[in-house]
């Protein structure tokens, strides 16, 4: 049986300096006897693979808020820390996050936890009032629970939009398909959950958007137009050198784009052409409820009306200029226009109401002909009850330009600096 040689230890207090069997060691070679003295001591000069502790538990971290505006998220959102049975912190373990209720998404649904065992997730409330609920969970272990209270607005909520350029017009076909356009090229589309840029041929300014379907919306910019079949943006010629300003329709084969010393075109689903409009006041909107009833507004108060056959002017009792035009029926239509200029069409004339603002008025969207809402220069945010224009806190101070909506609780403006705000408020 082969015996171990024997090892003496001495340690030199004057000098510092460790000795093994009379020889004297260096702090590296100290370092290797140590280690071998330690394999030695688990029982030879190998060991098995180092089998990490398991989690045992995950707990939350802070406590579930209150008071969350609905639709929205909040600081620090939701966060977990995963530990071992002797409570140290678990890395590396795998967390998934759920809505359970009320609506509302959390993203990223997967988070690995950090070196402190901690991970964490954004919870966007449900755009309902009530109780939020999420879970964190590992697997093996009990699920952890957050439950988050909402409550409603009081004013427009400030939103996201990852740009600080300065952001036109509002659409979309349903609350998971919206797009907002803007200066240098900006496109932004939202999912029902965020707002992200998408790529697109424009440089300038994209003023204005409309479309027939998801996968056939057009868009302005300068002389040109862009169109979004589903799946990219490209360009398309206009026919005309005329900076170009808005554009509607009433389906994929009758479309309609208005500008600059009275420019209008005609998409008929093939090509586009010019159209005379009997003005060279510039047109800066057009909307209408039908092929057979389209309207155009522009400078000095033009109005211009579309019966199906030509255009025509219809006087407005107005010199402002107008900068856009919508409605809810043929006989529920309104125009906004320079220092708080509103005019509304009863089916019959138009007439001038009071608007309570010296403020230029960019931009008007409705349900009904008692919920409209306008939106203007220095925050200037206008609601009409089916009686008379009052003014609405916006939040903000920023310049609005566009407004736009699918309900009359999801409504969206948008602005200078990259602006996009969300409501509206409650009462």
Same mark, same amino acid.
């Given at each position: 049986?082969?015996?171990?040689?024997?090892?003496?230890?001495?340690?030199?207090?004057?000098?510092?300096?460790?000795?093994?069997?009379?020889?004297?060691?260096?702090?590296?070679?100290?370092?290797?006897?140590?280690?071998?003295?330690?394999?030695?001591?688990?029982?030879?000069?190998?060991?098995?693979?180092?089998?990490?502790?398991?989690?045992?538990?995950?707990?939350?971290?802070?406590?579930?808020?209150?008071?969350?505006?609905?639709?929205?998220?909040?600081?620090?959102?939701?966060?977990?820390?995963?530990?071992?049975?002797?409570?140290?912190?678990?890395?590396?373990?795998?967390?998934?996050?759920?809505?359970?209720?009320?609506?509302?998404?959390?993203?990223?649904?997967?988070?690995?936890?950090?070196?402190?065992?901690?991970?964490?997730?954004?919870?966007?409330?449900?755009?309902?009032?009530?109780?939020?609920?999420?879970?964190?969970?590992?697997?093996?272990?009990?699920?952890?629970?957050?439950?988050?209270?909402?409550?409603?607005?009081?004013?427009?909520?400030?939103?996201?939009?990852?740009?600080?350029?300065?952001?036109?017009?509002?659409?979309?076909?349903?609350?998971?398909?919206?797009?907002?356009?803007?200066?240098?090229?900006?496109?932004?589309?939202?999912?029902?959950?965020?707002?992200?840029?998408?790529?697109?041929?424009?440089?300038?300014?994209?003023?204005?958007?409309?479309?027939?379907?998801?996968?056939?919306?057009?868009?302005?910019?300068?002389?040109?137009?862009?169109?979004? @079949? $589903?799946?990219?943006?490209? *360009?398309? =010629? !206009? +026919?005309? /050198?005329?900076?170009?300003?808005? #554009? %509607? &329709?009433?389906?994929?084969?009758?479309?309609?784009?208005?500008?600059?010393?009275?420019?209008?075109?005609?998409?008929?689903?093939?090509?586009?052409?010019?159209?005379?409009?009997?003005?060279?006041?510039?047109?800066?909107?057009?909307?209408?409820?039908?092929?057979?009833?389209?309207?155009?507004?522009?400078?000095?108060?033009?109005?211009?009306?579309?019966?199906?056959?030509?255009?025509?002017?219809?006087?407005?009792?107005?010199?402002?200029?107008?900068?856009?035009?919508?409605?809810?029926?043929?006989?529920?239509?309104?125009?906004?226009?320079?220092?708080?200029?509103?005019?509304?069409? @009863? $089916?019959?004339?138009?007439? *001038?109401? =009071? !608007? +309570?603002? /010296?403020?230029?008025?960019?931009? #008007? %969207? &409705?349900?009904?002909?008692?919920?409209?809402?306008?939106?203007?220069?220095?925050?200037?945010?206008?609601?009409?009850?089916?009686?008379?224009?009052?003014?609405?806190?916006?939040?903000?101070?920023?310049?609005?330009?566009?407004?736009?909506?699918?309900?009359?609780?999801?409504?969206?403006?948008?602005?200078?600096?990259?602006?996009?705000?969300?409501?509206?408020?409650?009462?």
């Amino acid at each position: 049986m082969s015996v171990s040689p024997r090892r003496v230890w001495s340690f030199n207090v004057a000098r510092s300096v460790f000795f093994l069997n009379g020889k004297a060691l260096t702090a590296a070679r100290l370092s290797i006897v140590s280690l071998t003295l330690g394999l030695s001591a688990c029982g030879g000069g190998s060991t098995g693979p180092i089998i990490p502790p398991a989690a045992t538990s995950v707990t939350k971290i802070g406590t579930d808020p209150t008071n969350v505006i609905a639709g929205t998220s909040f600081s620090d959102s939701i966060r977990v820390q995963v530990t071992d049975a002797s409570s140290n912190p678990k890395s590396g373990a795998s967390v998934a996050f759920a809505v359970t209720g009320g609506g509302g998404s959390v993203t990223p649904a997967t988070v690995i936890t950090d070196a402190n065992g901690k991970a964490a997730a954004k919870f966007i409330t449900g755009t309902t009032v009530g109780t939020n609920t999420a879970t964190a969970t590992v697997t093996g272990l009990a699920d952890v629970t957050f439950s988050i209270t909402t409550i409603a607005a009081t004013t427009w909520s400030t939103v996201a939009s990852g740009t600080i350029q300065a952001l036109a017009k509002v659409w979309g076909t349903s609350a998971s398909d919206m797009w907002i356009v803007g200066d240098a090229g900006t496109i932004l589309h939202y999912n029902g959950t965020s707002w992200l840029s998408v790529s697109n041929p424009a440089t300038g300014l994209v003023s204005g958007i409309w479309g027939a379907s998801a996968s056939d919306v057009w868009a302005v910019s300068g002389s040109g137009l862009l169109h979004y @079949n $589903g799946t990219t943006w490209s *360009s398309v =010629s !206009s +026919g005309t /050198t005329q900076a170009l300003f808005t #554009v %509607w &329709g009433t389906s994929s084969s009758d479309v309609w784009v208005v500008g600059l010393s009275g420019t209008i075109v005609h998409y008929n689903g093939t090509t586009w052409s010019s159209v005379s409009s009997g003005t060279t006041q510039s047109l800066n909107a057009v909307w209408g409820t039908s092929a057979s009833d389209v309207w155009a507004v522009g400078g000095n108060g033009t109005i211009l009306h579309y019966d199906g056959t030509t255009w025509s002017s219809v006087s407005s009792g107005s010199s402002s200029l107008l900068n856009w035009v919508r409605g809810t029926s043929a006989s529920d239509v309104w125009a906004v226009g320079n220092a708080g200029a509103i005019l509304h069409y @009863n $089916g019959t004339t138009w007439s *001038s109401v =009071s !608007s +309570g603002t /010296t403020q230029q008025l960019n931009s #008007v %969207w &409705g349900t009904s002909s008692s919920n409209a809402w306008v939106v203007g220069y220095g925050g200037t945010i206008l609601h009409y009850d089916g009686t008379s224009w009052s003014s609405v806190s916006s939040g903000t101070t920023r310049f609005l330009f566009g407004v736009w909506g699918t309900s009359a609780s999801d409504v969206w403006a948008v602005g200078d600096v990259g602006t996009i705000l969300h409501g509206p408020p409650a009462g």
